[in-house]
């Protein structure tokens, strides 16, 4: 039983490294190849919807924001993956709390600001995002409750 236990834990963990570790490799190419993922993402997203491309210093600001916001997530993905790797793994309930709390203020402002802009592609991706470490998260959950406390007799 203990055994199955354990396995289940590791699967629900592994899942969410991987999920991370995709995340860090997202964050590393947004911020090296910005100015290639630019050009990329406005032909296909941008250029679509106005039917027209971006030139000179706005064009450059965009590939300094993608650079930014890339380098951001990486970071943040090694601070999660630091917490995965130690206290999360030895079931300390606080990283639990961490990551989640994370998860959290991200999703919210992130898609508020993508749905009030009228950026609902990015609202939906981050829904998507959300939801696949979601899922890991509520099947670790039970591990992090703590035991139920025994009343003293007096």
């Given at each position: ?28 190419a947004?911020?090296?190849l ?22 000179g210093a ?48 991200w999703f919210?402002?992130?898609t508020?600001?993508?749905a ?22 509520a ?16």
């Amino acid at each position: 039983m203990e055994e199955s236990v354990e396995r289940r834990f590791s699967i629900w963990w592994g899942c969410l490294v991987g999920l991370t570790c995709a995340l860090t490799v997202g964050g590393i190419a947004f911020a090296v190849l910005a100015e290639p993922l630019r050009v990329l993402l406005e032909s296909l997203l941008y250029v679509p919807l106005t039917g027209e491309r971006l030139r000179g210093a706005a064009a450059g600001y965009v590939a300094l924001h993608q650079a930014v916001m890339g380098a951001v997530i990486a970071g943040w993905s090694a601070a999660l993956l630091s917490l995965l790797f130690g206290p999360f793994r030895r079931r300390e309930r606080w990283a639990w709390v961490a990551i989640a709390a994370s998860l959290a203020v991200w999703f919210v402002l992130d898609t508020t600001y993508s749905a009030l802009s009228h950026y609902t592609l990015n609202a939906l991706l981050n829904a998507v995002t959300l939801a696949l470490f979601a899922l890991p998260l509520a099947g670790t959950y039970s591990y992090f409750q703590a035991p139920a406390s025994r009343s003293q007799a007096c």
